[in-house]
């Protein structure tokens, strides 16, 4: 098997480390050994149900070692997983399904009812579900499944350059965009991250961000698998069991966003808690605060790192500085493999310390959305990807993030485009204008607020309650405010910078 | 420190408005306001902003194993659980 492709790993781990602890789930220990034989049978009962080398199969679940067995099962049978957020609702689900007209989906028991009425309103007649833990309701059991398949008989013929992952970004035209990525991109991503961390299979890896995002999928799951580490996995973030875990468990990496710090670090505590297993402990998906930094050192004795990265490109660079205290507001160094530039108006590339585009490039990296031709002559030029993130480097090389040219808000690492929220929103009744604009929250998170021109009196629980059901809950408008009117230029461009 | 149910109320009203910085009228949230969902509409997130915020308050702990949705069902359970943890100080 081409040494390039997703289920190699898998393969070799086995013959590496059979009896090594591979996930841990709750209860569940499952071996590299075990971990073979779950993907090789579920890959088989897909093959069985039909599903072929390029079939959409989407994946709507928690962090598990189902998410994982799902994924990799996919992979070794040449098709592409699109893993999403279990908190989406219909319209959203209906959105991602009608792109990616899945042959199957592999969905949390209690998310059933939601997939088959998207299924049913998308005309998919094909789609097998599959509920984990359990099926029912005309879906099919995954721990019935897991008993009753064979495993896979031989291999099927992969390259390197088949697509096996879509993901989706946040669109700024309120529609996402679908990111291709093939075995050499998360190979490469892998490989990358891996090195530059020093990720090995001594590691032990804390799985708390959610898979089904960039951060989560590469920095934990692709990492923790390409090293034969030990990924230790949770559903949830839950405060005092994720410090229990770490240290119980002598966790050494542990990936998280700022917020799970922020929290981390203002949780009281019963008992003293030593977090010294940790060697690497980092955060993404947004801007770490200084505090936040500051007050999670001072209380674990642990400091945490920052890493940049996007669902385009992978992991980009990290800060691993020995003297972190001095560039703690980093994003670090290049990973390896990894270029960063940042470019002037002109596209002139600029010297040490002045601010401008970020430009990437990376073997881990797409080359353009799908079927979206005009937007990637903006995003990808000349062989860089620009995510529309200002910054700088200082004359070591240290990347710093200085902000972003788009409108996205970033609540708790999930990005979120304000238009999809005010598209929603001018549909009510009495929403004559609205603007959606992100705030800072009590940690320095992003906060969603919708600022509206009523028709006729309302109250902002109406609002809420509007939205409720038709976007995710981390969507939803969490501050309401009534104007009689949204500040604008004479040209007639909303003054957003008066509305926060 | 008074500890009666009203007084917690307003406490609890007061880190609403304080942690999750939500423009809402305080006097129209009563003992039966929905925390999660429609009513004040907290998600997962701000639910633990919330509980951080609410165990500095009172000097409390929230145990991990009791943070269910009946807890945050309306201001009334959460005033009632934080009324049975101040009487076991």
Known sequence: ????????????????????????????????????????????????????????????????????????????????????????????????????????????????????????????????????????????????????????????????????????????????????????????????????????????????????????????????????????????????????????????????????????????????????????????GAPLPRETFQKFFEKYGVPIRQLYGTTETGSISINLDKNIFHTADSVGLPMRNVGVEIFGKKGEILPPNETGEIGIKSSAMIQGYAGLEDFNSDSFRNEYFFPSDLGKKDKDGNIYILGRKSLFINTGGNKVDPSEIEILLKTHPQVKEVVVVGVESYYGEGVIKAVIVPTSPCNEREIVDFCKGKIADFKIPRIVEFREEIPKSPLGKVLRKYLC | MDGSPAKIENRIKKVIKKRLRLKVNMEEISRDTPLIGKGLGLDSIGVLELVVGLEEEFNIMFEDSELKIELFRNIGSLTDYINKKLAEL
């Open chain 1, 1 to 284: 098997m081409n040494n390039k492709v997703l289920p190699f790993w898998i393969s070799t781990n086995e013959d590496r480390y059979p009896h090594k602890v591979a996930l841990i789930d709750g209860d569940k220990r499952i071996t590299y050994s075990e971990l073979n034989d779950a993907v090789s049978r579920l890959a088989a009962w897909l093959i069985s149900r039909g599903v072929e080398r390029g079939d959409r199969v989407a994946l709507l679940l928690q962090n598990s070692s189902e998410f994982v067995i799902g994924f990799f099962a996919v992979a070794r049978l040449g098709a592409i997983a699109v893993p999403l957020n279990v908190q989406y609702q219909e319209q959203e689900l209906t959105d991602y399904f009608r792109d990616s007209n899945p042959k199957a989906v592999i969905a949390l028991t209690h998310i059933i009812p939601l997939v088959k009425e998207v299924i049913s309103a998308i005309n998919n007649k094909e789609c097998d579900i599959i509920g984990v833990p359990d099926g029912g309701n005309g879906s099919f059991s995954y721990s019935h499944i897991m008993k009753e398949a064979s495993p896979c008989n031989g291999t099927i013929d992969l390259q390197p350059q088949n697509d096996v992952l879509w993901q989706y970004s946040s669109g700024s035209t309120g529609r996402p965009k679908r990111i291709i990525r093939t075995h050499s991109n998360l190979v490469s991503e892998a490989e990358n991250f891996t090195s530059t961390a020093h990720i090995t299979s001594n590691d032990k890896i804390l799985c708390v961000v959610p898979l089904f995002h960039a951060h989560g999928f590469g920095n934990c799951m692709l990492a923790s698998i390409y090293a034969g580490a030990t990924l230790v996995m949770l559903g949830e973030f839950n405060r005092r069991r994720v410090l229990k875990i770490i240290q119980d468990e002598c966790m050494s990496v542990f990936p998280g966003v700022p917020f799970m710090f922020s929290i981390l670090a203002d949780t009281s505590l019963r008992e003293a808690i030593t977090l010294s297993s940790l060697r690497l402990c980092f955060s993404a």
